[in-house]
């Protein structure tokens, strides 16, 4: 039955999944000096029963009056009672502040970030059926007089590894007002990509980016929500999980896997109407929540400059000096989103020195059958091997891979020899200071 808004309604939404106040963040989590065999995931830290919200919700009558409900009537109030649990003490004062801005006209700039499902792999249409293209419309739909403009910045088969050395391009650069993140099925759950994760989160809240946390699901009930989740919780951001939504209604037979995906993660036009209608359904809520004059409660900017990847970028052919290339040539990748990398057909050295306290590589695999092995020396110690054979996988890809981690940002030598008569592209270099 299709929910109508209603002060009754969305007053029930808000005293059980958001209280509009600042939540100051708690310290990032501090690395380990060696990762433990099996990383325990950690555990969501406990809702207090009695939240400070305020005693008198405010309801902004005008904002109630223009709201637009959801093309689709796919989500009930029990399931999104499920997918919002986490925001209780959720600070969406920077998200109110972007509303403020669309309602009054100015052009706003909506961003989405995140692996294959972001980009809209098995949706019909990426521009008009996938959750980010949703997502987009409810601000187009809400404030007719805004100029709302959309930056997907979906990458399939990558993690927040790369998201968060690749955001000050793809996402800050580019203007983004408010930003939802989704790595849920990409990412594993463990302490290094918290690490990663929260990074990610803490660029963007330090450049006054309004963020969402978006929890996906593999058909196995798979997800690093949890992990994420405690990120979400300890910065004060909202959450949604598309996860909690439909996995108790396939549990209970009221809905198939195989109506919302076509295989075991991408869900299909009705799987990101599902998700969309989730974003629409909770937007409405704050905007109805919403003052026409917000006092932005800042997340303490001095907590979210610790985290370990904060100052992170990353280098290609045309920005990295190197002191040796050999056998590599700078190549353009038509296959790839990533331009001007490196490759060999019979192998190749390529060294230079940099300082940094963690690097990565991405690199493409291949089903070929043509591609080699990279080993990676860092002042002279073999640190890694990058294998970009890919021989009965399911396709080529580009894969990242950490190489060298350290707690101090020190100069250090860096060294990449591929054996002689193989093939190998080294796509991007991932630096952090």
């Known amino acids: 039955m299709k929910r109508t808004v209603s002060i009754l309604l969305i007053s029930a939404m808000l005293l059980t999944t958001l209280a509009l106040f600042g939540c100051q963040s708690a310290p990032p989590v501090d690395e380990p000096d060696t990762a433990p065999d099996e990383p325990s995931v950690p555990e969501v830290p406990a809702e207090p029963d009695e939240p400070s919200a305020p005693s008198v919700p405010y309801i902004n009558e005008e904002n109630l009056a223009r709201l637009i409900e959801p093309t689709t009537d796919l989500v009930d109030d029990e399931a999104f009672a499920r997918a919002t649990q986490y925001n209780r003490r959720a600070n969406v004062t920077l998200l109110q502040s972007v509303m403020n801005r669309a309602k009054a006209g100015e052009s706003i700039t909506v961003a989405t970030i995140g692996g294959s499902i972001t980009a809209g792999t098995a949706s019909s249409n990426k521009l008009k059926t996938s959750y980010s293209a949703i997502f987009r419309d409810w601000w187009v739909d809400s404030f007719p007089d805004a100029?709302?403009?959309?930056?997907?910045?979906?990458?399939?088969?990558?993690?927040?590894?790369?998201?968060?050395?690749?955001?000050?391009?793809?996402?800050i650069d580019k203007g983004a007002d408010v930003c939802i993140i989704e790595f849920s099925v990409n990412d594993y759950s463990d302490s290094y990509f918290k690490l990663t994760y929260e990074s990610l989160v803490a660029r963007l809240l330090h450049n006054d980016i309004a963020v969402i946390l978006l929890f996906m699901v593999k058909q196995t009930g798979a997800s690093t929500q949890q992990n994420n989740a405690t990120t979400g919780i300890e910065m004060g951001v909202p959450m949604i999980s598309y996860g909690d939504a439909v996995m108790p209604l396939i549990e209970a037979g009221e809905l198939a896997w195989e109506d919302i995906s076509p295989d075991d993660i991408h869900p299909n036009d009705d799987g990101h109407a599902i998700v969309g209608e989730l974003l629409h359904e909770f937007l409405n809520m704050v905007f109805v929540y919403t003052p026409n004059e917000v006092t932005v409660v800042p997340t303490r900017k001095e907590l979210l400059t610790q985290t370990k990847y904060f100052n992170s970028y990353l280098l290609d052919s045309q920005s990295l000096e190197a002191d040796t290339v050999e056998g590599f040539a700078p190549t353009a990748q038509a296959y790839s989103t990533f331009q001007n990398g490196w490759r060999t057909m019979n192998g190749g050295v390529i060294e230079f020195t940099a300082t940094f306290s963690r690097m990565g590589a991405?690199?493409?695999?291949?089903?070929?059958?043509?591609?080699?092995?990279?080993?990676?020396?860092?002042?002279?110690?073999?640190?890694a091997t990058l294998d970009g054979d890919y021989t009965g996988g399911w396709g080529d890809y580009d894969r990242t891979d950490q190489f060298f981690s350290s707690r101090k940002t020190e100069e250090h030598t860096v060294r990449l020899v591929v054996e002689d008569g193989m093939a190998f592209t080294l796509v991007r270099l991932l630096v952090a200071e």
């Open 362 to 383: 991405m690199y493409r695999k291949t089903v070929d059958g043509k591609s080699g092995k990279c080993q990676v020396f860092v002042d002279g110690k073999l640190v």
């Open 147 to 171: 100029n709302v403009t959309l930056v997907n910045a979906g990458i399939g088969a990558t993690t927040s590894y790369l998201g968060v050395h690749r955001v000050q391009k793809d996402i």
